[in-house]
């Protein structure tokens, strides 16, 4: 076993009182997150992998540094996760403890499991409190397991091993010149890559602060970013709901101006919205690209040119190709010829948890990752992603979501006979979900608020369709494949 050090090495550092995690008025310095972690880490012992019910608070900042401090692995619940998909999650990764914020309700597949609470308003002698032991792990043991959507089926469980978080970061701090410094502000749900690795880990890695708005508003951003804040972290559609406020918002304007970053990120801004905030505020969002499998592949710099429509270049340590559809790599940069991004480097997650079947497909047998997602690279190395591969997969506010998934929960409804779900353009989710649907009584449809509901109750309220159509029978093909490009038409 190769030891490794904790990932925060601010947590042992000599500036206790360094402002770490914001989360509305309630907040901890260091030496505060270090007693609290220390205390909570020692109850983790003889744990393998334990559950984290991830609101966007600060006990599940506190939960799952924990957890990573104690050489356990989490992982993170949605709290609106419907019954099926948190059953399907539960069953598949199997924690064998919960934690949860003091008061917080659990659903009943959660109420059988052990239960810890993350105390965090009690005073500590944090003065008086020694962390935790360093952890007594290796860089490949599993730091996080987190649910992704594929085109089919249920969601897939995402190893991630602590190496794929420490070097993710470190390549971010270089390529965004991050420091200690910085104080981080974002509203991002805590339970996928985006909120958690990058909006929570990364500022305690580099001994910054992060200040979560609970829910993402833009007058959340500009208070923040006007009192000490220095780098916003967001979905497109945050983004583009900030672009709409510029016009009629001085105050937005003049925070958006002094920010030292704006980086976006999970799904493409629209080029349209990259202009309305330069235009505004005379600053440039920063895209970077990456995929729960892989953390962090590129990223225009800090010091890179913020060239709209691009996510800029591979990250430290990060291998990229472009591949054509025989599997050949497609040479040079020459900003026209589509291929397949496939990457490969520390950043990369294991494995999908107990579905060795879906791991050997996403890789070639020289050990790329295939993402999935098609793009071109332009003379000097940047990527431009054009499209992705599968026409089943949607992304709706940042979220990914299987169309398969939702289908299957559809066909669940008994008034729903056939179902197909498809994604179409939207300016503020990016896309979104619509549900084509032939009823099973022509004469008594369900209604499109009963479908959403069904769809919200059994899998997550994201991934609802937000349009239904009603048909009398679905386009298939001869071997009876619904035809969704004919749907679409
Ligand atoms: C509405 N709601 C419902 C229903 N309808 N609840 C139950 N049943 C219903 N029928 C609730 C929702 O839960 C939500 O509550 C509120 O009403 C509004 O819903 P919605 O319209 O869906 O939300 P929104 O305001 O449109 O959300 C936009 C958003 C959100 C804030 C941008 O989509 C978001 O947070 N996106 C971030 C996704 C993300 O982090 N992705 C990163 C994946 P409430 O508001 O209380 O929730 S990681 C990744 O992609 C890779 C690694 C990468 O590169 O980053
Ligand atoms: P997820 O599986 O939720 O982690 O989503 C990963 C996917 O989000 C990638 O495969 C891309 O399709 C998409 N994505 C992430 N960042 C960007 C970006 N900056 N531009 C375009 N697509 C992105």
């Known amino acids: 076993m190769t030891s490794e050090t904790s990932l925060f090495p601010a947590l042992r550092g000599t500036d206790a009182d360094r402002p770490a995690l914001r989360f509305g008025d309630r907040a901890l310095t260091y030496a505060e997150l270090a007693a609290r972690t220390a205390a909570l880490a020692a109850r983790l012992a003889g744990h393998a992998r334990v559950a984290v019910w991830a609101t966007a608070e600060l006990e599940t900042a506190v939960a799952v540094t924990a957890v990573l401090e104690a050489g356990v692995a989490a992982v993170p619940l949605n709290p609106k996760s419907g019954q099926k998909e948190l059953g399907h999650i539960l069953n598949d990764s199997a924690p064998t403890l919960v934690l949860a914020a003091p008061g917080a309700e659990l659903p009943p597949p959660l109420a059988d499991l052990p239960r810890l609470d993350v105390e965090t308003d009690r005073a500590v002698d944090a003065a008086a409190t020694a962390p935790a032991p360093e952890p007594r792990v290796s860089a490949e043991d599993p730091a996080l397991v987190v649910y992704t959507s594929g085109t089919t089926g249920p969601p897939k469980g995402a190893v991630l091993p602590r190496r794929a978080i420490t070097s993710t970061l470190d390549a ?83 925070a958006l101006s002094g920010a030292r970053l704006l980086v976006s990120g999970s799904a493409a801004l629209p080029v349209h919205d990259h202009e309305r ?70 950043n990369l997650f294991t494995e999908y948890l107990n579905r060795p079947d879906a791991t050997a497909a996403a890789f070639t047998s020289d050990g790329w990752f295939r993402t999935g997602d098609m793009a071109v690279r332009e003379s000097d190395g940047y990527v431009r992603i054009v499209g992705r591969k599968a026409t089943d997969l949607i992304k709706s506010g940042g979220y990914k979501i299987g169309a398969g998934e939702i289908e299957n929960a559809l066909l669940e409804h008994p008034a729903v006979r056939e179902a197909a779900v498809t994604g179409e353009p939207d300016a503020d989710l990016g896309e979104r979900v619509v549900a084509w649907i032939v009823p099973a009584d022509p004469q008594s449809p369900p209604s499109a608020a009963e479908l959403a509901d069904h769809v919200a109750a059994r899998l997550a309220p994201h991934k609802r369709p937000r349009v239904v159509h009603w048909l009398d029978v679905l386009p298939r093909n001869d071997m009876g494949k619904i035809m969704k490009r004919a749907l679409r038409a």
């Open 172 to 254: 971010l701090a270089d390529a965004w010149e991050w420091t200690g410094d910085d104080v981080l502000v974002h509203g991002l749900p805590l339970f996928h890559v985006h909120g958690l690795v990058l909006g929570t880990l990364g500022p305690l890695r580099r001994g910054g602060s992060v200040r979560h708005l609970g829910r993402f508003s833009t007058e959340g951003v500009a208070r923040e970013l006007t009192s000490g804040a220095t780098m916003l972290f967001g979905v497109p559609t945050m983004y583009h709901r900030v672009a709409g406020a510029l016009a009629d918002d001085p105050g937005l304007v003049r």
């Open 277 to 346: 905030i330069t235009a505004a505020t005379g600053r440039r969002v920063v895209e970077r690209y990456g995929m729960t499998e892989t953390l962090m592949n590129t990223s225009v710099r800090a010091d890179g040119e913020a060239r709209a429509g691009t996510v800029g270049v591979p990250l430290p340590g990060v291998e990229l190709r472009l591949v054509e559809e025989d599997g050949s790599a497609i040479p040079g940069h020459d900003g026209e010829t589509v291929g397949e991004i496939q990457v490969r480097g520390p």
